[in-house]
């Protein structure tokens, strides 16, 4: 790890935190105060239909009742100020511009209805399963790549997604902190992903990394569903002319019949758990 360790909790607040996400963050935070670090507090809230006010204020609420604490936050302040993503927009324009400028990301009218379509009409692959994976998207057609730079001088994103054109064949190979090394291939694993949706807000992949870098983020503490994410993250890196940070997976909490938890599991939302007399200790044993 770097002499200088900076690591970051960044919940989206779309529902209530949950045992998965307890165990996650705990990991996070003791990973940074073990190398006598910072720690940093995003609120991840560019979701604006499914992110909510009282999800961010409960995230915080039940993470300090869980005894964990940062140094930088949108509650506290800090240096990289601000802490939510929906007051950093043009942070992300400004690496949007840079990787259209470089020729990295294209327009796209395609809507993920129809990427779904074209794998049933067999004009797309789905990608490689994985039981763990939140959104596994089917691999980009690269006939539905442009084929002229029409669009290519506009100054904003504009009505429509943009997507990230992969280096078909190339191995994307990274040492996970807990699960070793990680190998994943553009065109096979993952196609061109996006990095502005047509709503107007940056897309996940395209957030994070603008976020990681401008806040020097030094080792990023996730979740196992985000481990193909991670490949697509360090060719946003690489093209933003940035060193990627370590990364660390941690392996997913499930249910008794083997589910992963989702925000939906409100039996085993830390709101609830709290509510039941479980004290904080005994959920992070």
């Known amino acids: 790890m770097s002499a200088r360790y900076v690591g970051r909790l960044a919940p989206t607040p779309t529902g209530y935190l949950h045992l998965g996400h307890a ?3 705990y990991t996070a935070w003791q990973r940074a105060r073990e190398a006598n670090g910072t720690l940093i507090y995003r609120d991840e809230d560019i979701d604006t239909l499914r992110c909510k006010a ?3 204020q ?22 990289d100020a601000p802490y939510r993503q929906s007051e950093r927009t043009a942070r992300y324009l400004e690496a949007w511009r840079q990787l259209k400028d470089s020729g990295f990301i294209y327009p796209s009218s ?4 129809q990427l779904r379509d074209a794998v049933e009409s067999g004009l797309a692959q789905e990608a490689p399963a994985n039981d763990d994976e939140q959104d596994s998207e089917a691999i980009f057609p690269t ?17 429509t997604n943009w997507r990230f054109r992969v280096p078909d064949g190339e191995t994307l190979t990274f040492d996970d902190g807990y699960f070793g090394l990680q190998s994943f ?3 096979t694993d993952f196609g061109d992903f996006l990095v502005w949706r047509r709503d107007g807000m940056p ?34 890196y690489r093209a933003l002319n940035a060193a990627p940070p370590a990364f660390y997976h941690c392996p997913l909490v499930r249910d008794e019949s083997g589910q992963r938890l989702a925000k939906r599991s409100e039996s085993l939302s830390l709101r609830a758990l709290r509510e039941n007399g479980k004290a904080a200790a005994d959920l992070l044993q």
Do not use: C, K
């Open 58 to 79: 409960a995230a915080m609420e039940d993470l300090r009742w869980l005894g964990l604490d940062w140094d930088a936050g949108p509650d506290i302040g800090g240096p």
């Open 54 to 56: 009282e999800y961010s």
């Open 143 to 159: 006939s539905w790549r442009p084929i002229d730079n029409a669009g290519l001088d506009t100054t904003e994103p504009g009505e």
């Open 203 to 236: 897309a996940y992949e395209l957030a994070v990394v603008v976020d990681d870098i401008a806040m020097g983020v030094t080792e990023v503490v996730r979740g196992a569903d985000l481990l193909r994410s991670t490949a697509r993250q360090l060719l946003l």
């Open 23 to 25: 165990r996650t963050f």
């Open 185 to 187: 291939t553009a065109g």
């Open 110 to 113: 395609h809507s993920r209805r």
